[in-house]
């Protein structure tokens, strides 16, 4: 039988959360794509606690107008720009399953763009 979308989504994301874990000086950097919206979080996986999230419907990227891609590129800019804040200087990426292109390319650009490492 074959796999519904969500349940091939599942078996990627647990096959890449074996291998990719965060620290406190280089936390997972985690993002979540619905079908609307994005967000990103920057995990502590050792200590089991969420450093900073930015999502699209922070205040000031939800009044940015512009479609779907260019807000997931606001979202990485805001979260590279939150963690240097924090003196974040490196993460590791969790695509959380989804294909890299698109909405996760472009927030994984525009952090990058913003002076993340990863």
Not at 15 to 33: F, Q, W
């Amino acid at each position: 039988m074959a796999l519904t979308k969500e349940e091939r989504r599942l078996r990627i994301k647990r096959r890449i959360r074996k291998i990719v874990s965060g620290t406190a000086e280089r936390p997972r950097m985690s993002v979540y794509r619905s079908n609307a919206q994005i967000s990103v979080q920057l995990i502590d996986d050792k200590a089991g606690k969420t450093l900073l999230s930015v999502s699209s419907l922070c205040k000031e990227i939800a009044e940015k107008k512009g479609n779907k891609t260019e807000q997931a590129a606001f979202v990485g800019a805001a979260v590279a720009e939150k963690a240097k804040a924090a003196g974040i200087e490196a993460v590791v990426f969790d695509r959380n399953g989804y294909l890299y292109h698109g909405r996760v390319k472009a927030l994984a650009d525009a952090a990058r763009n913003g002076g993340l490492n990863f």
